[in-house]
């Protein structure tokens, strides 16, 4: 880390739909015969082609400088190999950065997956394994037309370490 940076920690906190529903939504397993009501994915794709594929990740660590938002879609993230997993959020706000005060960071397990909401803030998944695969499920082209990124480092001399 450069000097004059500071490097804060974030407790991941373990998920529930209560305490997520400022980001988005936790959709956990429900019977194949039930329908589709609050407590499915309410998915927001229309705004282009919508891209569901599979992602496999390398270990990076638990810290992070910089944090993405998506403006025209929602997203959705499980881990495949129901491996446990980290992501750090804030809500999402009209401003070029999140307030610091407002990131949080959840532990996810591999059981069920996360509906980002519009605009929410996000750095990760983050993991102890060496490689794990992900779902994702967002627009076609979000990583190049939709990817507002904060750099937190640059804006606010800060990077997270999530414990």
Known sequence: MQ???ALRSLVARSITADNFKPYGQVIFPTADDQTFGAESAQLQLQNGIPRFY???LRHRGRCFSRITRHYQCTQC???LEGKSWLLAVAPPMPTASPELSAIEAFEIPGRCFVKLAVGTWHAGPYFDDETVSF???ELSD????DHDTCNLQAQHGVSFEII
């Not at 979000?142 to 037309?145: L, R, S």
């Open 3 to 5: 000097s004059g940076l």
């Open 54 to 56: 599979i992602m496999q």
């Open 77 to 79: 993230l499980g881990s």
């Open 135 to 137: 779902y994702n499920l």
């Open 142 to 145: 979000t990583n190049i037309a």
